[in-house]
């Protein structure tokens, strides 16, 4: 879905000869794929509060229980994909199968398919999806201990008719409609709904850049306390949707999100959005000095920290596969990061924020970058 499996061969032949960077990300990833293994299943019901999703904000952290659980879940399920397709044992895809079972299917533990925290949900399932679709054809989807892979199509179609398509905030479009189409976009690959898939990407296109100005900045995420971090989460929400459109470019009736233009120039708008922010992903302090005289706007609270900084660099390492361009590749071997962060939810993104240089980690859908993304460009696919 969000890697092509001849990309995963060749990833497997540079491991084998111990070539960088993705030798370091596949021991990375591994040592995940081992915890998943031997965790056992998790899944909404465990608070004590029903079948649906339900979590406060991040100003409330032991009321999130239900959106911890779904970014562990969700990044087991994506490893355990990943490892079975990589390597073809079993185990891997049995584990996974057992987990989505758990979250998805299970009379007793299952979530209710329905949309209730947005931007949790949409920045968590599609992973969760993603590990589906790499064992969708597996034996163990047979035993009678689980429900079917039937079901789990079902449940995905039931969520995204409750999800909607509407722009979800009453300033406009913000980073969480990037995600939210991103979702759909995921859901409909899993699907083979191309109908669908075409409809997100078609939305993105139209109205998922709307907050883009000429300058390359987003209007609407630069009014908000951590601005430069909001805009690069916008960024990520379109570059991870925009890698979907360019794995499954043959089902779209239009450009792919990398090739879509806004403005009349030779840069597409994701790359105009790149380019406007990869000078601050090292120097944050860069980025407040634009506000001065406007202190509403261009402020990074808590002082763009490493947690920040690593969401950062996996980004523009997805970008540098793609593009590759130089400052691509300056800002995600960024160092030197100012301030460390706070303990993230998830031990293996502490990892990779204790260690600002490579191998990188999204937080958010795609993991270990560096082992499935990195310098995809240097593959002999």
């Known amino acids: 879905m969000f890697v092509h499996l001849d990309t995963l061969a060749a990833i497997r032949g540079r491991v084998e000869n111990g070539d960088s960077p993705w030798t370091e990300a596949y021991e990375a990833f591994i040592d995940d794929v081992r915890d998943a293994m031997a965790a056992a299943p998790e899944s909404v019901t465990d608070n004590g509060d029903g079948h649906e999703f339900k979590t406060k904000g991040p100003e409330d952290p032991e009321a999130r229980k239900d959106y911890v659980a779904a970014i562990r879940t969700g990044d087991r ?26 979250w998805f299917l299970s009379s007793e533990t299952h979530m209710a398919p329905v949309k209730t925290n947005s931007i949790e949900q949409y920045i968590t399932l599609p992973k969760m999806w993603w590990g589906a679709e790499l064992v969708r054809d597996h034996e163990a989807w047979n035993a009678d201990s689980v429900g079917t892979e039937a079901d789990l199509q ?38 083979r709904n191309w109908d669908r898939f075409r409809e997100a990407m078609r939305r993105n296109r139209e109205d998922g850049f709307n907050q883009l100005r000429e300058d390359g900045l987003l209007e609407n995420e630069i009014t908000r306390a951590s601005s430069l971090a909001y805009s690069l989460y916008a960024a990520k929400a379109l570059v991870t949707a925009a890698e979907l459109s360019r794995l499954y470019a043959d089902k779209l009736d239009g450009p792919t999100l990398y090739e879509y233009q806004k403005f009349d120039t030779d840069r597409g708008a994701i790359e105009r959005i790149l380019d406007a922010h990869a000078p601050y992903v090292a120097d944050p302090e860069a980025w407040e000095a634009m506000g001065e005289g406007d202190p509403d706007r261009f402020v990074n609270t808590d002082d763009f920290p490493a947690r920040k900084q690593e969401a950062a660099s996996s980004l523009y390492e997805v970008a540098y596969s793609y593009y590759e361009k130089d400052t691509y590749l300056e800002a995600l071997t ?12 998830v031990s293996a993104q502490q990892a990779a924020i204790d260690n600002p240089d490579r191998p990188h980690r999204d937080e958010r859908i795609l993991g270990w970058t560096t082992f499935t993304h990195g310098e995809r460009f240097r593959l002999d696919l």
């Not at 039931?158 to 189409?181: K, S, V, Y």
């Not at 960024?334 to 939810?345: A, H, L």
């Open 77 to 102: 399920i994506r490893d355990l994909g990943l490892a079975y397709q990589y390597t073809g044992a079993d185990q891997y895809a049995e584990k996974a199968i057992e987990l989505l079972d758990h």
């Open 334 to 345: 960024q160092s030197g990061q100012p301030v460390k962060n706070v303990p993230t939810y």
């Open 154 to 191: 079902e449940w995905v179609r039931a969520f995204l008719n409750d999800m909607g398509h509407g722009i979800p905030t009453e300033m406009g479009q913000q980073n969480i409609f990037n995600w939210q189409e991103m979702t759909h976009a995921a859901g409909s690959v899993y699907l």
